[in-house]
């Protein structure tokens, strides 16, 4: 994965997508990696935003045309004088991603997410979404709110890697340690003690001072065995609170975590990574 060679930069032209233009544009230009833009169209909305008749026979094929020329015209005027491969593709912008990401053995998809609350994500689905659940290769994103409107934060200075206690720890952490060191920045680790629910028999103090002293350990460990020199904090917290503090403390440039991939396809779907890049103030790179 780690050094990114192959960038999917999936475009939607809307405002938080053009936030991102100089994350991807960093991004691509600091570890020399090749850049693909894409677009997922559907045949209605192009036509409707053309002048094309629907009776036309050669409708389909003018259609893509279209659609390429916009696309090339935004790469010229995003990156100019880079070469890159300009894609579109007929689908479901989700499922598009998904296609290319495998066909272009992309290292990276680089995308905003325009965060939607969690009954709309829930019931209909969002391409975020369906990008984190279904591609395999480390996803960039971040929400549409913070990328337009907070000055960018590259190259990164501060990161925060949140680890949990799957087995994917490991390789989330060597690979935050191994951003942090491209980029000369300063890393920072956090794990989170899930808040646990009150129970009038448990001594919740207790239970809690041993998850957290046993997290402690498995950080020194891990650490140890990566022989990464980098601060750790173990918060008792709502995850994705705990996260997000930590992130606002450390004034972090990007947040390094997981996906879940050790613990299945199901437990991925519910998991908590939605909620973190929602109310993350920065964008989460997820490995």
Known sequence: MLPFRKILYPVDYSDPCQAMIPYVQEMASHYS??????????PLAAIANSELLVTDPELPAKVHAL???RLRQ???????GQTLEAMVELGEPGGVIDKLARE????????????HGPLRRLLLGSVTAKVLHDVSTAVWTGVGAALSDHPVRIPYQSIVCALDDSQEAEAVLRAAASIASAYGAQL??????????????????????QLTESSQFRLRELKAKLGIDAPHSVIDALLADGIHHEVVRR????????????????SRLWSHLYSIIRDSPCPVLSI
């Open 33 to 42: 990696a090749e850049l693909t833009v894409c677009h997922a169209y559907q």
């Open 67 to 69: 659609e390429e020329n």
């Open 74 to 80: 935004f790469a010229c005027q995003a990156f100019p």
């Open 104 to 115: 272009q053995r992309a290292d990276l998809v680089m995308l905003a997410t325009h965060g």
């Open 188 to 209: 920072f680790i956090v794990h989170v003690v899930p808040t646990s629910p009150a129970y009038p028999d448990v001594d919740l103090e207790e239970h809690t001072k």
């Open 251 to 266: 004034k972090a440039d990007l947040l390094v975590t997981g996906r879940g991939h050790s613990i299945g396809t199901f």
